[in-house]
């Protein structure tokens, strides 16, 4: 799947995939007049600076205040414009979800809702600052797309991708460097999950950074322990791709979900739901265990709640009984 | 009788025929709001039989005036003087609320042709018109207006103020925003439940040109409209002084009509009283 070289080399790059969202924006801004950007006083680091700093007329700072700035975006698109408006998830969709729901859905405006700072790697900001509800509360809304990009690369072709889809996209982004280890010829397409390493044991379906500790988890699973597992990439929340992952689950019959969200609501529930009536299999859940969060560094967090590639590793072999 | 003159008693026939569409509507529907759209009435015939730049044959021309109803649930008088203007048949009216009707129970956007945003939730519309208004504005159409109606107690909601403060720093002068002051919403009268007033003075601390109109005289609406479009460095806003239930006897002034569904005989009676311009005419039935 044309991953990196070194894939599980410690040197490997690491850049926050939100990177990626602003090297997009930036290309999409010059490829498309119509592309305007809104801040919600998150201008840098929600990597809207470049965009900015380039065109400055088709920059609009809202300041805090993220239900206006998503009305005004669902006007802007409503006369033709392409807007990509960016905050934290807690805040959007978490602040201004009613009106994501009926100025933007409602009206299938083409509007584009960055939601950055997704997942418990927030870390030191604590609990309030950590989104682990926006994939349960965006992918219930008719008409909207959810992404969750896995590295930088894979951001900027989401942000790509969501400029020229012609309706309202959300995309999940993270704060921490996280691991480069897709490249610009793995594919990637709104809808589509790709099969980034293949297996027969079992499947590890994930999202976001977390699917380079699927990843991971995987080599070391063959290396130690012979056991051969699928990894599967699901950076389309909705629309889900269920081919590929019904394929895959017939193959292995069991199925292990990663996601830096609630276990509740998120790619977890997206996947069991499409599994249990097309092909129930064994299913563990990885994610925020139905709890808030708290002040620590990304790492340590992982591993308390329950979200490391260690964690997988013991959740493969728990469900295969090795 | 001079020229203006004409042209207001067209205007007040006209709405007075949108209000009776707005009954047999409800009472068809045998559900929805009253009183809003009644007093509203005369402020929908001003904007579309006068004012506004549209074209109910090409209802998506790219130039056009825009209106965001940001207190969707007053929408029957949208429609009625939507069909009224030849957007859509007459006929269609009576198919208001019902399954598989292009008339929803708030508006969607471009059901029928004319509606240009979908509306519901109080307190969405006037940043859906920011957002419209800095879209002509990077376009250029300099003589396009976008209008922004609302109600008065929806400004009890915090995102409008959140717009408010942007639409007057960016000193939208291509918006207009017609506030309907009619003093009442579902549980009482505005002032008793959570006093807006005072108003003006709110209005202006966040950079809004501020006029005040009796929304029920056709020369003040279609004055103050013109004078909006004269201010160039402010947003303006119009706040249209309405009469609940405007047109019924026993209607008007009434908080307990915002929603209310009709009891045997009273939308004859109200239609008897709209068919005479409350007794100023002669009602074909007498």
Not at chain 2, 54 to 73: C, F, Q, T, W
Request: aromatic residues 6%; charged residues 20%; hydrophobic residues 40%.
């Amino acid at each position: 799947m044309n991953l990196v070289e070194s894939l599980f080399s410690p040197d490997i790059k690491q850049l926050p995939n939100r990177d990626g969202f602003g090297e997009g924006l930036l290309i999409a801004g010059e490829e498309d007049p119509n592309v305007v950007a809104l801040s919600g006083d998150l201008t840098e680091s929600t990597r809207l600076d470049g965009f900015a700093k380039k065109f400055p007329d088709r920059f609009f700072e809202v300041g805090v205040a993220e239900q206006n700035m998503m009305g005004i975006s669902a006007g802007l698109a409503i006369c033709g414009k392409v807007p990509f408006l960016t905050s934290y998830a807690v805040f959007m969709p978490g602040r201004n979800w009613d009106q994501l729901r009926v100025s933007v859905c409602y009206s299938k405006a083409n509007v584009k809702i960055i939601g950055a700072h997704a997942g418990i790697s927030v870390g030191p900001d604590g609990a309030t600052h950590q989104g682990l509800e926006d994939m349960a509360i965006t992918r219930v809304l008719p008409n909207l797309v959810v992404l969750a990009p896995c590295d930088s690369v894979e951001a900027r072709k989401a942000t790509l991708a969501a400029a020229k889809h012609k309706g309202p996209v959300y995309i999940r982004l993270a704060r921490e460097k996280t691991p480069v280890f897709t490249t610009d010829e793995t594919p990637f397409e709104i809808g589509k999950a790709q099969v980034l390493r293949e297996g027969n044991a079992l499947t590890i379906i994930a999202c976001g950074p977390l699917v380079y500790e699927a990843l991971k988890a995987a080599n070391e699973l063959h290396i130690d322990k012979n056991i051969s597992c699928e990894v599967v990439n699901c950076p389309s929340i909705k629309p889900l791709d269920s081919h590929t992952i019904i394929t895959s689950a017939k193959k292995t019959n069991a199925v292990i979900t990663v996601e830096e969200h609630q276990i509740t609501g998120g790619l977890g529930s997206a996947i069991s739901e499409l599994l249990s009536e097309e092909h129930p299999v064994k299913i563990k859940r990885i994610g925020m265990p139905d709890t808030f969060g708290e002040s620590g560094q990304p790492n340590e967090l992982l591993e308390k709640y329950g979200m490391s590639s260690n964690h997988i590793k013991i959740a493969v072999r728990n469900l295969l009984g090795k | 009788m001079s020229e203006q003159s004409n042209l207001t008693l067209n205007l007040e026939k006209t709405a007075d025929e949108i209000r009776q569409s707005v009954i047999k509507m409800l009472v068809e529907a045998k559900s929805g709001h009253v009183a809003g759209p009644l007093d509203m009435a005369d402020v929908f015939t001003a904007l579309y039989f006068h004012i506004l730049n549209i074209d109910p044959e090409n209802p998506l021309k790219a130039d056009r005036d825009r209106v965001m109803l940001s207190n969707g649930h007053i929408c029957p008088v949208w429609y009625a003087t939507l069909a009224h203007r030849g957007f859509l048949p007459l006929s269609e009216l009576s198919t208001l609320r019902k399954l598989g009707t292009r008339l929803q129970g708030h508006p969607h956007i471009y059901e029928p042709p004319g509606i240009d945003a979908s509306a519901g939730p109080l307190g969405q519309g006037l940043s859906q018109a920011i957002g419209m208004a800095l879209a002509y504005r990077m376009d250029g159409l300099n003589h396009a207006r976008i209008y922004c109606l609302g109600s008065d107690a929806e400004i009890q909601e915090g995102q409008i103020w959140e717009a408010a403060m942007f639409a007057g720093n960016k000193r939208l002068n291509n918006l207009t925003w017609i506030i309907d002051r009619n003093n009442i919403q579902i549980d009482g009268f505005t002032e008793n439940i959570m006093p807006i007033e005072p108003l003006r003075d709110k209005l202006e601390a966040f950079n809004w040109y501020v006029l005040e109109i009796d929304g029920h005289n056709f020369d003040e609406i279609i004055a103050s409209c013109n004078h909006a479009k004269a201010i160039y460095e402010r947003p303006t806003v119009i706040i249209a002084h309405t009469i609940a239930g405007k047109g019924v006897d026993f209607m008007e002034y009434k908080f307990e009509w915002h929603s209310k569904t009709f009891k045997p005989g009273e939308a004859e009676k109200a239609l008897d009283e709209l068919r005479t311009l409350q007794g100023k005419i002669a009602s074909e039935h007498q």
